[in-house]
């Protein structure tokens, strides 16, 4: 059964059905980072790649915002939602735009959620938007 035009139309349908080339890794993680955008209505958005050898969050594709106004990330900075999500193994968010100072994509509303396999985390993804209702993470 084919869904309703209405529905069809509706970012998260769009974002659903959005194929991902796994056999192409980077082109993948550029369709996750845009499935992200899609759902969340967010108008930029980050994927950071762990590197090893320099011990840092580098930023590999972003959308809305210049990859080359985003600068490295450390995994021991002291920002209370990196932190947090680092830690807690999930999906962390700002209250407001104060809170987002020291992340990439601020200011505004801003989601930090960490890329995990094998218990490691090998990724940040950051969401973010202007929106006065801010997100529910």
């Known amino acids: 059964m084919a869904a309703p ?8 349908f769009r974002a659903a059905a959005n ?3 796994f056999n192409n890794p980077a082109q993948a993680l550029s369709g996750l980072l845009s499935l992200a955008g899609q759902l969340l ?3 930029r958005t980050a994927l ?3 590197d090893e050898s320099e011990n840092s969050f580098s930023p590999r594709f972003a959308q809305g915002i210049p990859l080359a106004d985003l600068g490295r990330l450390s995994p021991a ?3 209370p939602v990196l932190r947090a999500a680092l ?3 999930q999906a962390t968010t700002t209250g407001g735009s104060r809170e987002s100072l020291g992340l990439p994509l ?3 509303n801003v ?3 960490p890329c995990q396999t094998g218990g490691q985390t090998i990724g940040l993804i950051f969401v973010a938007n202007d929106s006065p209702t801010g997100y529910d993470a």
């Open 106 to 108: 601020a200011p505004g």
């Open 19 to 21: 194929p991902l080339d």
């Open 48 to 50: 950071y790649e762990y």
């Open 5 to 12: 035009a209405a529905i069809r139309q509706g970012s998260l």
């Open 87 to 89: 830690k807690g193994r």
């Open 111 to 113: 989601v930090c959620a």
């Open 41 to 43: 209505s967010s108008p």
């Open 77 to 79: 900075a002291e920002h």
